[in-house]
């Protein structure tokens, strides 16, 4: 009997060590690599294509507008593992910019290898980096995208030409970071039934799709208000109506 208790305590060592070695081997099986986020703009409900310094027409509004700048913030990256943990991207704040296809590219570099199915990400700066002061990489005030007067980032920045603005010109830049007007939210995104395979260099790639013409579902006309430079209830409807409608469209391993 007691020669039986022995082997029935080596055979179950035995097979949790083996269990334990083959999970290793799993998790070993991937390597480090890079995932690249494409943010595809169209324009409208028809998606058609959306480009800088060219005319377009909203079908809400009835009005034309034309822009020559469109960027906005994203930040605090996270990838939620096959597992159902979730790796937080270090340090990761970028400005996804409509300038051209690769400024609406990011790139989170030296991911953990493995097998992802859901990203999550804050459209605008958190508002511990919004009092933070002076600071370097995508959050440099040298970028343009920062209120000196207001100690605060500028989440998204729109500008351009309408020849329905009593101007001729529309600014909208969009902020606050605290109260009942912070502009920041966080999404998520799932990929569906296939995951996101980071290994080495295969290609790891996550699309989604932004409609600058959402600023505007629930905003005035241009010919009404073609400017708003300030954290108010009218940032907080415009970027909301955008950042909702963000949404995945797929991802290439």
């Not at 991911?111 to 958190?126: A, R, S």
């Amino acid at each position: 009997m007691k020669i039986f208790n022995v082997l029935l305590i080596l055979t179950l060592f035995i097979g949790i060590t083996l269990s334990s070695c083959k999970k290793d081997d799993d998790h070993d099986h991937f390597h480090e690599g890079d995932v690249t986020i494409n943010f595809e703009h169209v324009w409208a409900a028809a998606e058609s294509d959306f480009s800088l310094n060219t005319e377009l027409s909203h079908p809400l509004l009835g009005e034309k507008l034309t822009f020559n700048i469109f960027k906005y913030y994203v930040s605090n990256l996270r990838l939620k593992v096959k597992d159902g943990t979730w790796y937080t991207v270090p340090e990761s704040y970028f400005i996804v910019d409509a300038a051209s296809h690769g400024s609406s590219e990011i790139v989170l570099s030296k991911i953990p290898g493995g097998e992802y199915t859901d990203l999550e990400l804050m459209f605008g700066v958190d508002s511990l980096r919004n009092t933070s002061g002076a600071q370097t990489g995508a959050l440099d005030p040298a970028k343009g995208m920062f209120w000196s007067w207001n100690s605060g980032y500028i989440m998204l920045k729109a500008e351009g030409t309408s020849p329905n603005a009593s101007s001729g010109n529309f600014v909208f830049h969009l902020g606050g970071f605290k109260g009942d007007n912070k502009v920041q939210t966080t999404k998520s995104y799932n990929f569906g039934n296939t995951a996101l395979v980071v290994d080495g260099s295969r290609e790891a790639e996550i699309h989604l799709i932004a409609n600058p013409a959402r600023l505007w579902h629930s905003a005035e006309k241009l010919a009404v208000r073609s400017v708003n430079t300030m954290p108010n209830a009218i940032a907080k409807t415009m970027s909301s109506t955008f950042y909702d409608a963000v949404k995945f469209d797929h991802i290439h391993n």
